[in-house]
């Protein structure tokens, strides 16, 4: 069955889904054809521009918050709170991850998505999971494919689960994967650790007790997702990811050397140069809603970062968070990679505003609801995109749920 929007009434498989099934992408197949199949070609309005203008983003240097420096902390969780203000995204330099772990983590992407698709495949996902091989979600979506591979996993902080990681490759793609899922096992723990040190900047950047949101993430059930942007012929009319928020908590993402990431900031598309040195950070749609919890505002940082509070809770209000909105372009000629880990809190965590946010100038923006019930809406009713927050609260609100 193939999703696209939200439908209340059931999907009836259509030739077309039929046809659709069995349409394969086999980049290295499909790279041989002067065009690409239309499932592929995305709408005038979407199409990626001709240039996108560098966004400059904040480099913050993490060394000495992490070193335990109350300066540099307060300095880094300014710098958090203005790109926050403006875009929500921002870099992270001397983050403590161990830039092998990270080259190996590149290496065994490569290893994986060059491996025959039928070998790809025995990790195959699953209409309405979120973990697995798929390639292109042909199947899934029946229009505006993505140009792209992706292999996800899920990771557990918890500290009593086996290493979740580690296992599921080592189940999916059999024994002789082991080293690979050892290397992303330590990688969802890096990811994992580097996210809790960035809740406290995003705690502390919002005039909240420091380990406020470290506590509500400490034992999350994340995602790795894997991306692998094979060379497409018509990068002008394919899209490698499409535009949209991340219904996550906390975006990890690094990037190869090739480029590709555009972020949308004052009306147009802007690129976010690689560096293999920094990891690129976003918040998602999840830990947004967390935002407008703000209610005691520690006096002393109430001027300076009220108004990240107030541009949260404003836009929340609005019920769109402009910010944050993201997508990836292809190329003519060349692979490109992304490692993305997303951050979600564990899946007993209810996400919903105290009662001091809540008055009549200030009413529910959104239901209770916890990290499950949106992870299902973005896989089995809705495809993510910029409005994902406000289809599913009235999902929600209408007891879909
Ligand atoms: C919870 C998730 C769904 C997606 C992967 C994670 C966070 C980002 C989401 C996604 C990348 C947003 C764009 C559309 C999507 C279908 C994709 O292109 O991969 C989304 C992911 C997904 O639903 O698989
Ligand atoms: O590949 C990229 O640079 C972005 C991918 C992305 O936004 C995602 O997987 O959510
Ligand atoms: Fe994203």
């Known amino acids: 069955m193939a999703i696209d929007c939200v439908s209340t009434m059931p999907h009836h498989p259509t030739p077309r889904d039929e046809e659709q099934k069995h349409l394969v992408f086999d ?5 041989y054809h002067p065009h690409i199949p239309k499932q592929f070609i995305w709408p005038d309005h979407e199409k990626p521009s001709v240039t996108a203008p560098q966004l400059h983003v904040p480099l913050i240097d993490l ?8 300066v540099a902390a307060m300095e880094a969780s300014r710098l958090v709170g203005e790109a926050c203000q403006h875009h929500g995204f921002f870099l992270v330099v001397n983050h403590g991850v161990d830039d092998m772990l990270v080259a190996h983590a590149h290496a065994y992407m ?35 494919l993505p140009w792209k591979e992706t292999l996800s996993f899920r990771y557990s902080a918890d500290k009593n689960s086996s290493k979740t990681v580690q296992d599921y490759l080592l189940h ?21 650790k580097l996210s809790l040190a960035i809740m406290e900047l995003l705690a502390m950047s919002l005039g909240v007790r420091r380990s406020h949101f470290r506590e509500f993430f400490e034992e999350n059930e994340s995602i790795m997702r894997l991306n692998y942007y094979p060379p497409c012929q018509k990068p002008d009319l394919a899209l490698g990811t499409g535009p ?11 990037q190869d050397r090739v480029g590709g990431l555009q972020v949308f900031v004052d009306d147009e598309w802007r690129s ?22 703000i209610s005691n505002i520690n006096p002393i940082l109430h001027n300076v970062y009220s108004t990240v509070a107030s541009v949260c809770f404003q836009a929340l209000a609005n019920g769109r968070y402009k910010s944050c909105l993201h997508r990836a372009v292809v190329n003519r000629h060349t692979t490109r990679k992304s490692l993305a880990f997303f951050l979600c809190p564990k899946g007993d965590k209810v996400v919903a505003p105290p009662t001091e946010l809540v008055d009549a100038n200030n009413p529910r923006v959104y239901p209770d609801f916890t990290w499950p019930m949106l992870l299902e809406f ?20 209408h007891s879909h749920i």
């Open 172 to 192: 999916k793609l059999g024994d002789e994967f082991k080293h690979f899922g050892k290397v992303y096992q330590d990688y969802c723990e890096a990811m994992s």
């Open 244 to 254: 949209h928020c991340d219904p996550t908590s906390l975006t990890i993402l690094h």
């Open 272 to 293: 976010i140069s690689p560096n293999l040195e920094a990891f690129v950070v976003n918040i998602g749609d999840t830990f947004k809603v967390n935002t407008i919890f």
């Open 378 to 397: 973005t896989q089995k009713h809705y495809r993510a995109d910029m409005n994902t927050l406000e289809v599913f609260s009235n999902w929600v609100q």
């Open 63 to 70: 060394r000495g918050f992490l070193s335990g420096d109350p």
């Open 110 to 144: 490569d290893n994986f998505f060059e491996l025959p698709l039928t070998d790809k495949q025995r990790a195959h996902r699953k209409l309405g999971e979120h973990c697995g091989y798929a390639s292109s979600f042909t199947g899934r979506f029946s229009s505006k």
């Open 27 to 31: 980049a290295s197949l499909l790279n």
